[in-house]
């Protein structure tokens, strides 16, 4: 029952707009499948799970991380299917993890005891230049391993790594910027996933997919920094 009332809060909470993001959202790679005549239909289900968790990562809703975990698992099979190993390897060895330890820190960190929404962070200054340090040491090392591996476009799937890794660590210390590092992600991904489309045409909706996820990324920036104004205007519990 009480997984039954999150999941109805956490719908209930949704804005006119949000709903109206969320469907168009789905319609646009619903209907980018069908016109690529897709069969792949774990391509298909990663596109619409992972459109729906950033529906909810922008209300600051753990749900969203519950999300993101169920689509990292089918993301890194449809990367392993084109030899993308960096995205498999990224998603399975850092998202995935991530995303676990978010949903542990977002749940420690709900906004007054609420089930569906987190306390937005501001970042101190000293923690910018470390995650910046850690975030180069493994795009470093994830470049040779991905090149020993053979992996396609082997510039563009580093380059995901580091914004991959920079998001993830940003999304755990629940800073809006996460949602500008993911932006970045998602520009890289479009690019890597244009290149497969032009050798297979099951490939567009993750184009798609993508480019769904650059507008609801930015939309949840937006979002985050509305929370957090009006999280800090509210007077102290008591």
């Known amino acids: 029952m009480k997984l039954l009332r999150f999941f109805k809060d956490s719908f209930r909470a949704l804005t006119p707009f949000e709903l109206t993001l969320w469907l168009c959202s789905l319609a646009a790679i619903i209907l980018s499948f069908f016109l690529a005549h897709g069969t792949d239909y774990i ?3 990663a596109s619409l799970i992972g459109a729906t968790s950033l529906l909810f990562l922008a209300k600051g809703n753990v749900l969203g991380q519950f999300l993101v975990i169920a689509f ?62 850690l975030a180069a040491a493994v795009t470093v090392a994830f470049y040779f391993i991905l090149r020993a591996l053979g992996t396609n476009n082997l510039i563009f799937s580093t380059v995901s790594v580091l914004t991959s890794f920079v998001a993830s660590a940003l999304a755990i210390r629940r800073s809006p910027l996460y949602a500008l590092a993911y932006a970045c992600n998602d520009i890289v991904l479009i690019v890597l996933w244009i290149l497969a489309t032009i050798e ?6 993750m184009i798609v997919c993508f480019a769904v996820f650059l507008v609801n990324d930015f939309y949840g920036f937006v979002s985050w920094r509305r929370i957090r104004r009006r999280q800090n205007a509210e007077p102290p519990s008591e």
């Open 200 to 205: 297979s045409l099951s490939y567009l909706p």
């Open 72 to 133: 990292g698992i089918l993301y890194a099979i449809v990367s392993y299917s084109f030899a993308y190993y960096g995205e498999m390897i990224t998603y399975l060895g850092m998202t995935l993890p991530s995303a676990v330890v978010s949903v542990v820190v977002w749940l420690k960190n709900s906004f007054r005891g609420s089930n569906t929404e987190i306390k937005i962070n501001a970042l101190k200054k000293r923690e910018y230049p470390v995650i910046l340090a």
């Open 43 to 45: 391509t298909f289900a």
